[in-house]
Nanobody
Framework: QVQLVESGGGSVQSGGSLRLSCSASGYTYRRVCMGWFRQAPGKEREGVATIDSDGSTRYVDSVKGRFTISRDNAKNTLYLQMNSLKPEDTAMYYC????????????????????WGQGTQVTVSS
């Protein structure tokens, strides 16, 4: 059974930092595309960052230069380092895993991702 468990969310002031973690189990973690997505109240879910099985990364424009996605294959853990946080980053953040190696560029909502965590809330105050 595949399980993804996020942690690290919280409340910070604008300009602050948080690091999200996603612990994965139940499948061959290191071979698949993984990503971080977020959904704010009343808004559609959006992809924040993805990382391919070979470590290639992609980011949505709004977080480029501020967020960094990474993976530790030895620990079966996915990370999202978030710096210079803004109020508009406030959302529930979800970790997701696909069943293929290369993350699809056009899948902005994560519709092709098969497995999801329960989410961790990030709140940024001004």
């Amino acid at each position: 059974q595949v399980q993804l468990v996020e942690s690290g969310g919280g409340s910070v002031q604008s300009g602050g930092s948080l690091r999200l973690s996603c612990s994965a189990s139940g499948y061959t973690y290191r071979r698949v595309c993984m990503g971080w997505f977020r959904q704010a109240p009343g808004k559609e879910r959006e992809g924040v960052a993805t990382i391919d099985s070979d470590g290639s990364t992609r980011y949505v424009d709004s977080v480029k230069g501020r967020f960094t996605i990474s993976r530790d294959n030895a620990k079966n853990t996915l990370y999202l380092q978030m710096n210079s946080l803004k109020p508009e980053d406030t959302a529930m953040y979800y970790c997701a895993a696909a069943t293929f190696l290369i993350c699809p560029v056009a899948d902005r909502r994560g519709d092709l991702f098969a497995y999801w965590g329960q989410g961790t809330q990030v709140t940024v105050s001004s």
